[in-house]
């Protein structure tokens, strides 16, 4: 392990070095520690795009979660395991062409957002990209520096939106993600309707959100994408 990024009481980046098989922009590996006799592993979506080293990935403390209580303790040096093979659907392969791209996250479900933000492909391929990032509190709004850095390259184009679910900001909606897309309150934030004429939106994280998200979504025509029938909804759940 390289390094870990604390930032915030709950949340961490640990940052590795590992010989890994290429990725999509979007995947998740298996990371693991040895604890005691017990091997744990979980996976973690990649937050680096594929060409970026160190691999980078950003993940939540749990009230007794086996791995991520130990994840916190590592110290630069110590061992981590990676898969290498990488796995997952959240690509942008698998997202139909349209004009929008909506992508929804709750807590460290920004991590493969990010990755697919990274390289250069969404940009080429969309007309506008909406990232939200919903969070309990303003402090979890983690990486500043890399969304102000795709407001700076592709303003315009990039639109980024917080959710602050659990105290009052002066720049975050204050609400759920099924909500504020019922009351339309992310379209007009963003400027764009979601239709599913224009519209491609991928999903992930909290199963929840998840699974309320598609219903409001299917109730204004918005179908799952699958290989044969190509849809408009692209998901992926955290549990
Ligand atoms: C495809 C996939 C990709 C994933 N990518 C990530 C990632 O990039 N970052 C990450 O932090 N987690 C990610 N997870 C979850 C991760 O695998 C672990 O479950 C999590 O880190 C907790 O591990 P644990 O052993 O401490 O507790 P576990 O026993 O694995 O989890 C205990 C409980 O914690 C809650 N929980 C788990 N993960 C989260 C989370 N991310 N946010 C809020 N609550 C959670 C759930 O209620 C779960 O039942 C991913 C899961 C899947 C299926
Ligand atoms: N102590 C507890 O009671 C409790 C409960 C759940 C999770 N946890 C733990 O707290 C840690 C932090 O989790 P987190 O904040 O990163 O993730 P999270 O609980 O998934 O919350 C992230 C965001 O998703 C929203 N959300 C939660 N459930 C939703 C749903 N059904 N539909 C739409 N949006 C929903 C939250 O809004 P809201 O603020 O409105 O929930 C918040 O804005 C995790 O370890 C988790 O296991 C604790």
């Known amino acids: 392990m390289q390094a870990l990024r604390q930032w915030t009481e709950k949340l961490y980046s640990v940052l590795v070095e590992a010989d890994v098989t290429p990725f999509t922009a979007g995947q998740f590996t298996k990371v693991g520690l040895q604890i005691g006799e017990e091997f744990i592993e979980r996976p ?5 795009a594929p060409d970026e080293t160190p691999l980078e990935f950003y993940f939540v403390t ?8 130990h994840m916190t303790q590592l110290q630069a040096g110590d061992p981590i395991w990676v ?14 062409d349209s004009k929008h791209l909506w992508m929804l996250s ?8 990010l990755s697919i933000l990274k390289t250069g492909d969404p940009w080429k391929r969309f007309e506008h990209i909406v990232l939200v990032h919903a969070v309990r509190m303003a402090s979890e709004l983690s990486f500043a520096e890399t969304i102000q850095s795709f407001k700076e390259r592709y303003p315009g184009q990039f639109h980024y939106i917080p959710i602050v679910s659990r105290e009052d900001t002066d720049f975050a909606i204050r609400a759920r993600i099924p909500a504020a897309l019922s009351d339309q309150r992310l379209e007009a934030r ?3 309707e979601i239709n599913s004429a224009d519209s491609q939106i991928m999903i992930c994280g909290n199963p929840d959100m ?15 994408n699958k290989r044969r029938t190509p849809g408009h909804v692209t998901v992926e759940n955290y549990w």
């Open 44 to 48: 973690y979506s990649y937050v680096n």
């Open 62 to 69: 749990v009230p007794d979660g086996p791995l991520t209580n």
């Open 83 to 96: 898969m290498r093979k990488p796995s997952g659907f959240l690509t942008l392969n698998e997202v139909p």
């Open 106 to 113: 709750t807590g460290t479900a920004i991590g493969p957002f």
């Open 190 to 192: 963003a400027g764009l």
């Open 210 to 224: 998840v699974k309320d998200t598609q219903s409001v979504l299917q109730d204004r025509g918005l179908e799952r």
